[in-house]
């Protein structure tokens, strides 16, 4: 089992950058794919981007394609989430998703992770 706290959501103007951080505990964090998901008000979980348990895969929505960035440092049981060229749109509670894994196939379906944080708000003002 994994617990995974998130970190890093603030307000933000368009075209500004921040860095979330999702933090997790136990000695097993290098056999968890990870992912990101957001949830704007009134919407539905919504796949973000995801990375493999050793950092060599990574697969994004198309609509944060060339702007966010997922990565992962295992030392620290931190995978991280850069987000650039931030647009009101993006406004939304972001969470991080652990599943046991040690493949390289990825999936951006909600139901496919088992473990989840409490969420950070990421919000981008016009």
């Known amino acids: 089992q994994v617990q995974l706290v998130e970190s890093g959501g603030g307000l933000v103007q368009a075209g500004g950058s921040l860095r979330l951080s999702c933090a997790a505990s136990?000695?097993?964090?290098?056999?968890?794919?990870m992912g990101w998901f957001r949830q704007a008000p009134g919407k539905e979980r919504e796949f973000v981007a995801a990375i493999s348990w050793s950092g060599d895969s990574t697969y994004y929505a198309d609509s944060v394609k060339g702007r966010f960035t997922i990565s992962r440092d295992n030392a620290k049981n931190t995978v991280y989430l850069q987000m650039n060229s931030l647009k009101p749109e993006d406004t939304a509670v972001y969470y991080c998703g652990a599943r046991p894994s040690t493949s390289s196939v990825l999936y951006g379906n909600v139901r496919r992770y088992d473990y989840w944080g409490q969420g950070t708000q990421v919000t981008v003002s016009s």
């Open positions: 136990g000695r097993t964090f290098s056999s968890y794919a």
